[in-house]
Nanobody
Framework: QVQLVESGGGLVQAGGSLRLSCAAS????????MGWFRQAPGKEREFVAT????????DYADSVKGRFTISRDNAKNTVYLQMNSLNPEDTAVYYC?????????????????????WGQGTQVTVSS
């Protein structure tokens, strides 16, 4: 049984930081690309960041580039999203996702439909 469990969300003031974690089980974690997506109320789920299964290459949405950092610890089966300089527009439910196999196609890895498994999400609220 595959499980992705996010944690680390909460309420933070604008300009603050949060670190999200996503612990995976039931998969060979090192063989999966991992992604973070977010969904604000009334909006579609959108890409935030992704990290390859091999080599650790990362890609970011333009809206978070330079502020957010995705990383992974294969020994702990965990992917992280360090979020700095948060602003109210970052308020959303944040989801982690896992995609099996290797792909170096950034367009593919930005597509939520390319992912096999999803977590339940964690709420991030940024107050002004």
């Amino acid at each position: 049984q595959v499980q992705l469990v996010e944690s680390g969300g909460g309420l933070v003031q604008a300009g603050g930081s949060l670190r999200l974690s996503c612990a995976a089980s039931g998969i060979t974690f090192s063989g999966y690309a991992m992604g973070w997506f977010r969904q604000a109320p009334g909006k579609e789920r959108e890409f935030v960041a992704t990290i390859r299964s091999v080599g650790g290459r990362t890609d970011y949405a333009d809206s978070v580039k330079g502020r957010f950092t995705i990383s992974r610890d294969n020994a702990k089966n965990t992917v992280y999203l360090q979020m700095n300089s948060l602003n109210p527009e970052d308020t959303a439910v944040y989801y982690c996702a896992a995609r099996g196999g290797y792909s170096d196609d950034p367009t593919l890895l930005r597509n939520l439909h390319a992912y096999d498994y999803w977590g339940q999400g964690t709420q991030v609220t940024v107050s002004s």
